[in-house]
Every structure is written in structure tokens, then in C-alpha cells.
């Protein structure tokens, strides 16, 4: 098993430009997150999806976007790219089961905002 | 604001004796508690969790849990240079899937 994969593993963008982070993960989970890591801030939630179908804001949601694609696929999408979104991005997955419901991260996308 | 803390560090220890990272945590609703260990330039990894008071053990790490306290730490046994690293707390509410991450302490295990 992969487990949660990320795509792109880094990235460089211009202000105001669009990208999309691609999450995947291979260990049949029904809920997905997106996190930013910034250095002094720790980990911030910026959108989960507690299953298929729904999407809900977390601390962090303005300037992006996010979609379920299907079970497996979560992407976050920033429309337009400003210098305070230079961040590490994590992907995470849970079962979303009742009980102790434990997080596993994907490797991460270094994204640069000039 | 649901708030975990935790102390910055670094925090130095010798290679063998006992590493102790300490986390409180403001919600009394909050049922679940991890660690996780980051590698510099890696992403987070789950070390253990706990949910009842007490201690749990796993190897070379111990977490204990005081909720009357709303205390949560990691005891590493035997530090090795390979547990530098920084230590995250994290804490799930009663409110569903958000877990709460305090910003990691930074250890140093000196050979």
C-alpha cells in the first residue's frame, strides 16, 4: 500500500495564478484533510471531508477550495495564488470510524508563492 | 479557540537518559490524544495515542494522560540520536474529526 500520496511534491507559482494539490490514499478511508505547516504556526486544518460527498471549512479555509472527487481523492484547489499561502501542505486520512480515529499523512507539496 | 500547547525546545537530552515532552490542552471535552515525531523536511508520523488516563506503553515511548489535569506527555526511554526530531501533541474533541495540533517541541538527542 502507498498510503496517502501527494502530487506535486513542490511547486512555484506567481501571484494570482491557479493550482490544484492532488491527495490520494489506498487504505479505503471514508474521511480526508487538508493541512498548512508554517514555521512558528504548527498544523493548521484548512478543509476536511468526513466522507464521500461532504466537504466542510476548517480554521484556516479562505483562498481555497476543496473537492471529493470520489473515496479516494481529495484536491485543494487555489484559485488565486497570494504570497501568504507559501506553505507546506499536508494531506491526511482517517477511517472516520467511531472510537480512536488516527490521522496518517501524506508526504507533503512545498508550494512558493512569489 | 480549542488551544494544545506545547513547549518549543529544543529540548537536550544525552544519548540514553529520559526525554520528557509535556502537552496541556484547553478543551475538557477532548477524548482522544496523539503523538506524532517529524523529521525535519518530513511529514508527521504517528508514535502512539492514548484515550484513558493513565499510562500507555509501546516499546521505548510511554504516553500518560491526566484529563482532570488536562495534561498529556511522551516519555522516550533510552533517547537515541535518531529520535531528534520535532514532537507534536494532537487532540481530538468531542465535536467530530478535527485534531487540534499543538506546535511541536523541538528534541535534541546529544550522542
Known amino acids: 500500500n502507498a498510503g496517502v500520496t501527494q502530487t506535486p511534491k513542490f511547486q512555484v507559482l506567481k501571484t494570482g495564478q491557479s493550482m490544484t494539490l492532488q491527495c490520494a490514499q489506498d487504505m479505503n478511508h471514508n474521511s480526508m484533510y487538508w493541512y498548512r505547516q508554517d514555521p512558528g504556526m504548527g498544523l493548521r486544518l484548512i478543509y476536511y471531508s468526513a466522507s464521500e460527498g461532504t466537504t466542510d471549512k476548517g480554521e484556516v479555509p479562505n483562498g481555497y477550495n476543496v473537492s471529493r472527487l470520489n473515496k479516494r481523492e481529495f484536491s485543494l484547489r487555489l484559485e488565486s495564488a497570494a504570497p501568504s499561502q507559501t506553505s507546506v501542505y499536508f494531506c491526511?486520512?482517517?477511517?472516520?470510524?467511531?472510537?480512536?480515529?488516527?490521522?496518517?499523512f501524506g508526504p507533503g507539496t512545498r508550494l512558493t508563492v512569489l | 479557540q480549542k488551544e494544545v500547547e506545547q513547549n518549543s525546545g529544543p529540548l537536550s537530552v544525552p544519548e540514553g537518559a529520559i526525554a520528557s515532552l509535556n502537552c496541556t490542552y484547553s478543551d475538557r471535552g477532548s477524548q482522544s490524544f496523539f503523538w506524532y515525531r517529524q523529521y525535519s523536511g518530513k511529514s508527521p508520523e504517528l508514535i502512539m495515542f492514548i484515550y484513558s488516563n493513565g499510562d500507555k506503553e509501546d516499546g521505548r515511548f510511554t504516553a500518560q494522560l491526566n484529563k482532570a489535569s488536562q495534561y498529556v506527555s511522551l516519555l522516550i526511554r533510552d533517547s537515541q540520536p535518531s529520535d531528534s526530531a520535532t514532537y507534536l501533541c494532537a487532540v481530538n474533541g468531542n465535536s467530530g474529526y478535527a485534531l487540534n495540533f499543538g506546535k511541536g517541541t523541538s528534541l535534541l538527542v546529544t550522542p
Open positions: 491526511a486520512s482517517s477511517t472516520g470510524l467511531a472510537g480512536v480515529d488516527t490521522q496518517y
